[in-house]
């Protein structure tokens, strides 16, 4: 996709097919059509590699619980609350446990390993959930709200 403005041509991949856009329809309309898809999703996918990848480039605990977070929520700069916590299936949630234990024995050998993921960290189901998938959907989200001008 060229930006939000001008006419573009877009391709996605939907379902391992992919779906040329020959409408020429104006960037700014598929633009806020992705945007709308985006924030109305509310399963995110959260690989193993994209796991290891954030814990290996972590120096802090805050470094990949802030991490795991910007992935099940890529705008979550503009969040001021969130309510609840995103849910994974117990396998991927063990996994990002013991990355996190394992994570804490080296960095933070003085505190309860895993500590800060296990307060703060996504909730695991034993439900039919997917593996690798977030899910926000039981997650109540605060946005900031933009400042009124003001004569």
Not at 4 to 18: I, W
Not at 35 to 62: C, G, R, V, W
């Amino acid at each position: 996709m060229r930006g939000y403005s001008g006419l573009t041509s877009v391709s996605r991949v939907f379902k391992n097919k992919r779906v040329e856009n020959k409408s020429r329809v104006p960037g700014e309309i598929l633009g806020l059509f992705f945007l709308l898809i985006y924030k109305y999703n509310k399963m995110i996918p959260l690989s193993k590699e994209t796991i290891d990848k954030i814990f290996d480039e972590a120096k802090e605990q805050y470094d990949y619980t802030l991490a795991l977070y910007r992935i099940a929520f890529p705008d979550y700069d503009s969040i001021t609350s969130i309510d609840g916590h995103p849910q994974v299936s117990r396998t991927t949630g063990e996994y990002i446990f013991d990355k996190a234990i394992a994570f804490d024995k080296i960095h933070h050998p003085n505190v309860i390993n895993g500590g800060l993921w296990l307060n703060k960290g996504f909730s695991s189901s034993d439900s039919k959930m997917k593996d690798w998938i977030v899910d926000t959907s039981t997650c109540k989200i605060k946005y900031y709200e933009p400042a009124k001008e003001t004569i």
